[in-house]
Each structure stands twice: as C-alpha cells, then as structure tokens.
C-alpha cells in the first residue's frame, strides 16, 4: 500500500520560510513524477512544483510561476521523498499543501491533478501576520 505523509505545515509570518517535507512507503516505481500541490480556501488545487526520477528527466524540476525564485524542491533520487523549502511567503501561499506522485508525469504540467496516481492527506500552512 503506498502512503504519502507530509509535514512541516504550520503558521508562517509573511516574507518567513517554512520547509514540508513527504515520506513516501509503499512505492517502488523508477520512474515517476512527484510533488507539490496546493488548494487554497474556496478554489481549485493546482500544482506548485514537482521534480522527475527516472526515465522521466532524472532530477529535472518545474514551478508553477509563482513559486519561480521563492520556492524549491528537492528530494533523495535513491528514495521517494520531497521536499519543498518556502522562502519569502507570502498571504496568497496559504493553503493546504499536498504531496502527489503521478506515473505517467503530466499532472504538474499539464494543470490535471485528476491525473494524478497518489496523494497525501494534506498538510496546513497558513501566512499571517
């Protein structure tokens, strides 16, 4: 059975970091995408970064535009765990963050978090002042 937890959410002020982190049990696929989204109160969730293992583009990244330069997402190839360092949050950051890994690998890029194969149940953070 795979299993994906996330933690490190929490309450953050504007401009601070905050650092998720996703462990992933269960999951033995060599290639495959896995990261980030986000569902903000009220709207839709969408992807905010995610990296490629494997066949997919070993090590290559992609960020949904508002994450470029504040974000970054990193991860152990030998394992599938990720990781998502927050700099210079901000108030429209805040949301319930998701860890995801897609098989297929288009789910980031192509703004279908239906394709998705496997979620995790989600982590808080909230920005604040």
């Known amino acids: 059975q795979v299993q994906l937890v996330e933690s490190g959410g929490g309450l953050v002020h504007p401009g601070g970091s905050l650092r998720l982190s996703c462990d992933v049990t269960?999951?033995?696929?060599?290639?495959?995408?896995i990261g980030w989204f986000r569902q903000p109160p009220g709207k839709e969730r969408k992807g905010v970064a995610c990296i490629s293992r494997g066949d997919m583009g070993d090590g290559s990244t992609w960020y949904e535009d508002s994450a470029k330069g504040r974000f970054t997402i990193s991860g152990d190839s030998a394992k599938p765990t990720v990781y998502l360092q927050m700099n210079s949050v901000k108030v429209e950051d805040t949301a319930i963050y998701y860890c995801?890994?897609?098989?297929?690998?288009?789910?980031?890029?192509?703004?279908?978090?239906?394709?998705?194969?496997?979620w995790g149940q989600g982590t808080q953070v909230t920005v604040s002042s």
């Open positions: 269960g999951f033995t696929a060599e290639h495959y995408v």
């Open positions: 995801a890994i897609d098989i297929r690998g288009s789910s980031w890029t192509a703004d279908a978090p239906y394709l998705v194969d496997y």
